[in-house]
């Protein structure tokens, strides 16, 4: 949870620029979308900077650029003079138009492509052929053909993230006792290069699930990393996403202090053997963007009227995205896994057969008695039948499929800590509050259950 200070603002204009102040109610702070400074609100002390960088028109600079514009769905990709756009790579549509480039394209750092567009189809075929339900089109040349590699376009944050946790530490002293703790902490600590992506055509989800990547990689944007490869230009500046920042950077700060608290990080701190957090409040504050982009390989696969990403890390080589069913593949695992239920169920169809044709007399031979039998194992396999077809349909129904969603969640904070500073202890206050014993179920049972704890004294 975040907690901010919601105290309204002294002034309504910047005092750097002198525009209007806008409270943004995501990071709670004063905002001036002319300059991007970020105000404290009440104070107008300066908290961050999150500045636009696009401009009207382009540079010289940007002259050697084009503009690829998908006639279909709208997105506009960049590369160089000499790259020639075939297909859309968000919508494989091949109706796209080259022109001038309209406005100012120069990130200010980029991460070079190390996976090829080989090792790119490679992985991406292992990882399909994982999934039993894939359809197999999606291996089909036409599909790899349009596996594309874009630079795709991020805003990387700087913060210093403030967090408050409260809770119970436990020093665990032997199987059966414990020493309980209060805790209530208050800590500073950075994080650094916390990416946030910048295109709105594509998912956020699926960008958090290639992370993480190597930063340490990160060097001064240059023309040279750009042939061959298109280069999606930013369609949302990082004022555009202080909901979402806010969200993961407030996470991170309820991440880290469980993570500090537990590890015993600060001098002198004690190192609990478990902690359960009651609580964990947090804010940022010293925001600063960097604008970057990273290499991914794209694909947009088409598949029954809907429209399906997926995303190859073009450092890590990490693979990610949501795969469509194959009704055919789907029926086939279901069929697999029933199969108890199905062979059982044609047992009793053939056997209901056989005593069915000998009742009805085909068998003239037989006494009385073989027929009575007969009658009594047919009327048995009928009745048979009669639960176990339901049985078969349900048992298919309720087969649980394979998850094809392979969409992973965002690396966690210590993926983005700043490790050029120490995290700051503020306050502590750490109070001993008694001793534990395990409770057991079955006290005078070798088989006992533990229970929980209860404080003794």
Not at 23 to 28: E, L, N, Q
Not at 148 to 157: N, R
Not at 284 to 299: D, G, R
Not at 420 to 438: N, W
Request: glycine share 6%; aromatic share 12%.
């Amino acid at each position: 949870m975040a907690i901010w200070d919601t105290a309204a603002t002294v002034s309504l204009n910047c005092p750097s620029c002198g525009d209007a102040l806008r409270f943004d109610s995501a990071i709670k702070a004063s905002v001036c979308r002319s300059c991007g400074n970020v105000y404290e609100p009440g104070t107008l002390n300066v908290t961050g900077k999150l500045k636009f960088v696009d401009v009207n028109n382009a540079s010289e600079e940007e002259e050697n650029k084009r503009e690829y514009v998908c006639g279909s769905c709208g997105a506009t990709v960049v590369t160089d003079e000499n790259t020639a756009a075939t297909f859309c790579a968000f919508c494989g549509s091949p109706s796209v138009m080259g022109r001038r480039l309209a406005k100012e394209f120069r990130p200010d750092s980029i991460i070079p492509f190390k996976v090829t567009r080989e090792e790119a189809v490679k992985k991406f075929t292992e990882w399909v052929k994982t999934n039993k339900l894939a359809p197999k089109d999606m291996l089909s040349k036409n599909t790899l053909n349009k596996i594309t590699g874009l630079y795709v376009p991020f805003w990387l944050l700087n913060a210093d993230c403030h967090a408050f946790v409260t809770g119970m530490g436990f020093l665990q002293e032997s199987a059966e006792h414990r020493s309980a703790f209060s805790i209530s902490r208050k800590m500073i600590f950075k994080v650094k290069n916390v990416p946030f992506d910048g295109c709105l055509k594509i998912s956020n989800f699926l960008m958090n699930a290639i992370e993480p990547f190597d930063f340490s990689e990160l060097c001064p944007y240059d023309d040279a990393y750009l042939p061959g490869y298109y280069a999606d230009r930013y369609d949302r500046n990082a004022l555009d996403l202080t909901e979402v920042i806010d969200i993961r950077l407030s996470k991170y700060a309820s991440q880290a202090g469980d993570l500090f608290v537990k590890s015993g990080k600060f001098d002198d701190d004690i190192k609990y053997t478990s902690v359960i957090t009651d609580s964990t409040e947090s804010y940022v504050k010293n925001l600063s963007q960097s604008y970057a982009l990273l290499p991914v390989w794209f694909l947009n696969y088409e598949y029954n009227g809907d429209s399906y990403q997926i995303a190859i890390n073009g450092q890590t080589g990490k693979v990610s995205g949501e795969l469509p069913r194959s009704k055919v593949s789907e029926l086939k695992f279901k069929i697999v896994k029933s199969a108890p239920s199905v062979a059982l169920f044609a047992v009793n169809l053939i056997l209901a057969i056989v005593f069915l044709i000998m009742v009805t007399g085909v068998y003239t031979d037989y006494i009385d008695a073989a027929h009575t039998i007969s009658y009594s194992l047919a009327a048995f396999f009928f009745f048979a039948l009669c639960v176990t077809g339901p049985m078969m349909i349900k048992k298919i129904h309720a087969v649980d499929l394979e998850s094809i969603d392979q969409l992973e969640k965002a690396p966690d904070v210590s993926e983005y800590f700043d490790f050029s500073t120490t995290p700051k202890l503020v306050s502590k206050d750490d109070k001993f509050i008694g001793v534990q014993v395990r409770l057991y179920s079955n006290e005078n049972s070798r088989d006992r259950e533990p229970l929980g704890w209860t404080f003794v004294g």
